[in-house]
């Protein structure tokens, strides 16, 4: 899974683009990759999606 880590403001995600991945489960993969031991270690997992109303909307799974 092709991915972009990005932090600010004291937090750190996990961002994947879903018009060129797909995520089965997010929730599942959120915890997996946020953890800091085993994972890539983030606050959690957002996904870049198609929207009816804009270019893109973000889906945030957060790590719990």
Same mark, same amino acid.
């Given at each position: 899974? *092709? ?9 750190? @995600?996990? @961002?994947?683009? #879903?018009?060129? !991945?797909?995520?089965? +489960?997010?929730? !599942?993969?959120?915890? *997996? #990759?946020?953890? +800091?031991?085993? /994972?890539?270690? /983030? $606050? /959690? &997992?957002? &996904? ?15 790590? $719990?």
């Amino acid at each position: 899974m *092709r991915f972009t880590k990005m932090h600010g403001a004291g937090n750190d @995600y996990v @961002y994947v683009n #879903v018009f060129e !991945e797909k995520v089965p +489960r997010p929730s !599942e993969v959120a915890v *997996r #990759v946020s953890d +800091r031991h085993t /994972g890539i270690g /983030g $606050d /959690g &997992l957002i &996904l870049i999606a198609p929207s009816d109303k804009a270019d893109a909307r973000m889906i945030m799974f957060n790590a $719990d």
